[in-house]
């Protein structure tokens, strides 16, 4: 049995503390807003809230669930984010295994002009332009076809073909009549779960907390993410705050929104925050071997 010396045991200690203070850096504020969005909008307001909630009370998410519009947009949102996240990641798929075959003619030049858009592109006003001329605006494909797909996250998997899979494998599955698309889908992709988690998380993610396209593509407001209402809860909130000093009833206004502020930031990070323990297990693992070799 291996004795630890003072040293190691120091070590450990001190390892152990960083990690706390890092942990409770970054989970402090999420705490924050679930005990401010469930005390009373005064106390909150006052400062008076930072580590225990003052009173529970939890009209802001009977208000939220009560307001048809931004539930509307929750349900956009996941809308968007299940098909979304369904396009990038067959567009991620099949742009990743080709360029992963070494017998594929000019694939080093294929990928870096891929690279290439990742540091030049043609701006926002040609791609709007782009997206008006096909007639996606206020469709669903403004949000989803724009962004089908991610250069960093094709070269992630495709990395992760070429060195997580073994080659043996697919040689034997070729000698036995197989053809790419059946080495794919029995072979590479069963084998590929790790990888395929991350880039699930990693869209899934984005789409949820994504606001701009929809600002810009989309006009109809049946068809807003969840993020925009959001967004108006906080700019209205900010509105109340500058002119609260004037109005009584705005004062009152502005608390109710406060409430409701905290609350709908608890409900949109809800679905995110209950699918990343189930991908948990895949992603150190997907990161790892898909980045790190190669």
């Known amino acids: ?44 307001l006052n400062g008076d809230v930072w580590l225990l909630p003052e009173g529970l009370h939890f009209e802001a998410y009977l208000k939220i669930l009560g307001q048809n519009e931004l539930m509307h947009g929750y349900g956009n949102t996941i809308l968007y984010t299940v098909l979304g996240t369904a396009v990038n990641i067959v567009m991620t798929v099949l742009a990743a295994y080709p ?41 669903v494909w403004a949000l989803v076809v724009p962004g089908a ?17 073994p080659k043996e494998v697919q040689e034997a599955a070729l000698i036995d009549g197989c053809n790419d698309f059946h080495i794919l889908r029995k072979i590479v992709l ?61 004062t009152k206004r502005m608390m109710e929104a406060e409430s409701i502020k905290y609350a709908a930031v608890i409900v949109a990070n809800l679905p995110v925050l209950l699918l990343y323990p189930f991908l948990q297990k895949y992603f150190a693992k997907g990161m790892l071997v898909g980045a790190i070799k190669g």
């Not at 992963?100 to 701006?123: D, E, K, Y």
């Not at 094709?154 to 070429?162: L, P, S």
């Open 190 to 250: 069963p084998l590929s779960m790790p990888i395929i988690a991350v880039m699930i998380l990693l869209y899934s993610v984005g789409h949820w907390n994504s606001y701009f396209s929809a600002l810009i593509y989309l006009s109809d407001r049946s068809m807003y993410p969840l993020q925009l209402f959001l967004r108006e809860l906080l700019v209205l909130n900010q509105t109340f705050e500058t002119i609260a000093y004037f109005d009584e009833d705005i």
């Open 1 to 44: 049995m291996n004795h630890q010396t003072f040293g190691d045991r120091l070590f450990g200690l001190l390892n152990a503390g960083c990690l706390a203070l890092v942990a409770f850096i970054v989970l402090y504020p999420l705490y924050f807003v679930l005990i401010a969005s469930v005390s009373d909008a005064a106390a909150v």
């Open 149 to 165: 797909v991610s250069v960093y996250n094709i070269i992630i998997m495709r990395t992760f073909f070429q060195t997580g899979i």
């Open 99 to 139: 360029l992963s075959r070494p017998q594929l003619f000019g694939r080093n030049v294929i990928t870096a002009m891929m690279v290439f858009t990742m540091f030049f592109s043609g701006g926002l006003i040609p791609t709007y332009l782009l997206v008006k001329q096909l007639g996606m605006l206020d469709t």
